[in-house]
């Protein structure tokens, strides 16, 4: 099991950055892949991005080229820097953690959640 922490989150203009973090109880370089996800008023959870144990990154077309996700193994924390802010980035933001394998099978965790508010 782990839980995930959420922090970073806020109101900025567009055009600005914010770096949102998710720190982690147990050691991240154990857990299967790290992910970011969104969700805005009326709409359903979307990914924002994933990160895998082995370096791998997945971005959503929608923040690619904006959007970085990246790991610190020795802070067992996940970040998500944000640049070019755009008003439909706004969203509660949550960190998401898989744990497993194709053997035991998978585990989703997920945190509390972060509000990101983009102003126009």
């Known amino acids: 099991q782990v839980q995930l922490v959420e922090s970073g989150g806020g109101l900025v203009q567009a055009g600005g950055s914010l770096r949102l973090s998710c720190a982690a109880s147990?050691?991240?370089?154990?857990?299967?892949?790290m992910g970011w996800y969104r969700q805005a008023p009326g709409k359903q959870r979307e990914l924002v991005a994933t990160?895998?144990?082995?370096?791998?990154?997945n971005y959503a077309d929608s923040v690619k080229g904006r959007f970085t996700i990246s790991r610190d193994n020795a802070k067992n924390t996940a970040y998500l820097q944000m640049n070019s802010l755009k008003p439909e980035d706004t969203a509660v933001y949550y960190c998401?953690?898989?744990?497993?394998?194709?053997?035991?099978?998978?585990?989703?965790?997920w945190g509390q959640g972060t509000q990101v508010t983009v102003s126009s």
């Open positions: 990160l895998t144990s082995g370096g791998s990154t």
């Open positions: 147990r050691t991240i370089s154990s857990i299967s892949r």
């Open positions: 998401n953690a898989l744990l497993g394998n194709a053997l035991v099978g998978w585990s989703d965790y």
